[in-house]
C-alpha cells in the first residue's frame, strides 16, 4: 500500500471532529498517520481530538486555512499528503478511491466529490443549489481547480509551485494552488467516486457572507469606487437574476428571497470593504518620508 500522510485544519470544530477522525481511521485504504493541525481553536476541538490516535500541531494563533495547509505539509513525513476538511466525513473507500489515481505517474493531485449531507434550512438547499463543491458524475482530468475539501497532492508538487498563499486566508488557497500547478505543467484528477459528506450547517447571514468572501478572496488588495461600483453592478443586474431565473426554472421557489438578498447583502459588504480599504491607503505624517527612503534605497 503506498504512505500516505492526512492532516486536517481545524479552527473551533468541536462538533464535527470527532465523526470526521472516525470517519478517517475506518478506511480501507489506512492513512500512514494522521495530523490535525489546531489552528488557534478557542473551543474543544483538541480536548476531542486528543482521544484519537493523532498528532496535533498548533498554531499559537489564527493564521488562516492557507497557514494551516503549508503547515500540514511541511509537517507531513509522506510525499502522497491527504486533506480533508473537519466538517466533512469520508466514505470507507474514499482514501482507497483517491490513490488509485496515482498509479499514473503523471498525476500531481487528486480530488473526490463533497455530497451536502446537511438541508435542514433554506440557507443549507440554497448552499447544494448554488455552491456544490463537485464537478459532476465523471472522471475528468484537469478541471478548472480541485476543491480543497478532500484530495491528495504531492507534497513535493506543493514545494515547487511556491505553497499555498497564506494571504488569502480562508477562500480561494484551492483555486490558487491549481492555477499555479497547471502552469506549471501539473496534471490533476476529479474522480467523483471518492465521497466525502458535508456536515456544514448555515444560516442566511452565514451562506451569504461565504458567497461573497468566495467572491473576494482578495480582499487583502487595494480597491477603488470604480472597481467598487463595477461588482456591485454586477451583483445587481446578473448574478442575482441569474440566479433567480436558475431557481424558478428548477421550481425552488423558496430560495427566490435568499438570491434577491444575495445584492443587498453583497453590496453592503462590498463598500463597507471600500471604506476600509480608504482608510488603510490614507497616508499618515510619517508614512511620505519612509516612502522617500524606501524609493531612494
Known sequence: MRPVSLYIPCY????????????VLAQTHAPDEILIIDDGCKDATLKVASKYPVRIIQ??????????RNTGFREARNELVA?????????????ECLIRNFDDDATSAAGGKLVETVLDSTADRWRK????????????????????????IRKSVVEKVGWYDERLRTNAEDFDLCQR????GFGFVYDPAAIVSHLRQDTTRSILDTFWRYGRFDYFKQVTTIETLKRIRHQICRTSPKLMMKDWKAGRYELLGLDA???????????QLLIQSSSSATPTKSEPEATKTLAGH
Open 129 to 152: 443549489a448554488h455552491m456544490s463543491q463537485d464537478w459532476g458524475p465523471d472522471r475528468t482530468v484537469n478541471p478548472p481547480f480541485m476543491f480543497g475539501n478532500n484530495s491528495i
Open 12 to 23: 473551533n470544530v468541536e462538533r464535527f471532529i470527532a465523526r470526521c477522525i472516525e470517519g
Open 181 to 184: 500547478m497547471r502552469l506549471g
Open 83 to 95: 486533506a480533508l476538511d473537519a466538517d466533512c466525513v469520508p466514505d470507507r473507500t474514499w482514501l
Open 59 to 68: 498554531h499559537p494563533t489564527n493564521k488562516g486555512l492557507s497557514a494551516a
Open 261 to 271: 438578498a444575495l445584492p443587498l447583502y453583497t453590496t453592503y459588504r462590498d463598500l
